[in-house]
């Protein structure tokens, strides 16, 4: 990313999010590099935020409507997965703008955990506690106030690996989770005391 470009496309973003009254903290990448290196970190591709779903889908068309009539393009705009299970409402919108892209994404909540399902990723989806994302704490990031999980350290080691809560990994890696859902989308019987820890990982270019 250029960093000039990608500060100027946060900082509007955080604008139309906080005119349309969404939560949202900064997520993956962009929190590491908040809270590590006070910056957005070398070779990052994009912009990641995240929010919780119940907030999210009600103001959804209208973030659609203010990104389009401030001159960004959505590239996507997943929507319900085709699972029977889960809403049909829009979970992740990712937009462009000035060379730069940002995703936000929308965690939904099933059995006292956060989960997002990675269309991408056939089967696999982030899980975390419930806790993660509550009490978020606010942090100076680019001369401007930003929201991150309250418990960071936690939940940079959860991400990438021990150690980069504290600042000691260099870089980043691309994680990637079990569990997996069904292919009716609906939750196994033990499904989070089974698998809710489980990680595996992938080196990233």
Known sequence: MN????????????DILNRVGLKFWLLHGTCLGAWRDKNFIKNDKDIDL????????PKAQILKEEFLSNNFKIAIAYLSYNYKSFK?????????????????????LIDGKRFLR??????????FDVTMFE??????????K????????????????????????KGWRTPYYNPRITARG??????????G?????????
């Open 88 to 108: 049909k409402s829009i979970k992740q919108i990712q937009v462009n703008k000035y060379g730069e892209r940002a995703s936000i994404f929308a965690y939904d």
């Open 118 to 127: 990675l269309p991408y990723k056939g089967d696999y989806a982030r899980v």
């Open 3 to 14: 960093d000039e470009m990608a500060k100027k496309l946060l900082f509007e973003i955080q």
């Open 197 to 205: 820890k489980k990680i595996k990982f992938k080196n990233s270019d």
């Open 50 to 57: 995240g929010t919780k779903l119940e907030d999210f889908a």
């Open 186 to 195: 609906s939750i196994v019987k033990g499904f989070w005391k089974t698998h």
């Open 146 to 169: 930003f929201l991150i999980p309250n418990e960071t350290e936690k939940y940079l080691d959860y991400e990438y690996g021990k150690g980069y809560g504290k600042g000691f990994g």
């Open 135 to 144: 009490n978020l704490k606010e942090i100076d990031f680019l001369d401007r």
